[in-house]
C-alpha cells in the first residue's frame, strides 16, 4: 500500500512537471507571436546631381576657329560645335581656315557643361550681321532626288555627299594637276548646281586646301 501511494506520488509529479513545461512552450510561442512586426527599411536616400561648377566663358569672337577652340577648352570648355555662318553648310575641314563670327552663349559666367557653338566663315570672307548657319539647322531634310550643295567641302566629303553620282574632279587653276588625296583638295564650283535633279554626272572645280578658290 505504502508503495502504491509512493508510485502514485511520483507519476503524479511527472505529469505535474509535463504540464508546466508543455504551459511554458505555449507561453513560449505565444510571446514569440505577439512581438512586433520589425519597422520597414527607410527608402534608399538618392543625393542629388552636382551642378558643374560656373566658370568664365571668353569672347571668342574675332578669333581664328582653332585658336577660339583651344581657348574655349583652356578655360574648361570642352562641349563644343561650329557651323557655317553663311549658311551654306560648310564643314569646318581646317579649322585654322575659319574665323568666328558668333558664339552661343555670349561670353559670361555658365556652367563648365555648357554647349558652346560658334559660327564661322571661311578666312577672307565677311561675316553677316546675322547667323544664317543656326535657320539652316532648322531646314526641313535636302530633297533626297536634288544634288546637294558641295561647294566649300572637301573632295572626299563631297564625293561622299554626292554618293553614286557620276563625278569628274577638274583643276580649277587650269593647271590640269591631278587630284590626289581627297582630303586635301577642296570644292570652288560644281556644275549642276545645287538642287539639279540627280543621276547625271557631275563636275567638281577643285583646288587644294592651301589655296583660294
Not at 27 to 34: E, L, M, P, S, Y
Not at 53 to 62: E, F, I
Request: hydrophobic content about 40%; aromatic content about 2%.
Amino acid at each position: 500500500m505504502h508503495g502504491r501511494n509512493s508510485c502514485r506520488s511520483h507519476n503524479r509529479s511527472r505529469c505535474l512537471v509535463a504540464v508546466a513545461v508543455s504551459v511554458g512552450v505555449l507561453a513560449g510561442c505565444g510571446g514569440a507571436a505577439d512581438e512586433p512586426a520589425p519597422a520597414p527599411a527607410p527608402p534608399p536616400v538618392h543625393s542629388a546631381e552636382v551642378e558643374p561648377p560656373a566658370v568664365a566663358l571668353p569672347n571668342l569672337v574675332g578669333k581664328g576657329l582653332q585658336a577660339a577652340e583651344d581657348e574655349a577648352q583652356a578655360a574648361g570648355f570642352f562641349a563644343l560645335t561650329s557651323h557655317d555662318a553663311l549658311g551654306q553648310r560648310r564643314d569646318q575641314v581646317l579649322d585654322r581656315e575659319w574665323t568666328v563670327c558668333f558664339q552661343d552663349p555670349a561670353p559670361g559666367s555658365a556652367p563648365s557643361s555648357t554647349l558652346v557653338a560658334l559660327g564661322a566663315v571661311r578666312l577672307g570672307e565677311t561675316c553677316p550681321a546675322a547667323d544664317l548657319g543656326t535657320a539652316v539647322a532648322a531646314d526641313e531634310p535636302a530633297d533626297p532626288n536634288a544634288l546637294p550643295d558641295v561647294v566649300g567641302l572637301s573632295v572626299a566629303q563631297a564625293t561622299r555627299s554626292l554618293g553614286s553620282d557620276a563625278v569628274t574632279l577638274h583643276d580649277a587653276t587650269g593647271a590640269g594637276r591631278r587630284v590626289d588625296g581627297a582630303r586635301n583638295w577642296q570644292v570652288c564650283a560644281q556644275e549642276p548646281a545645287a538642287g539639279a535633279p540627280r543621276g547625271g554626272p557631275v563636275t567638281l572645280n577643285v583646288v587644294t586646301l592651301a589655296e583660294d578658290c
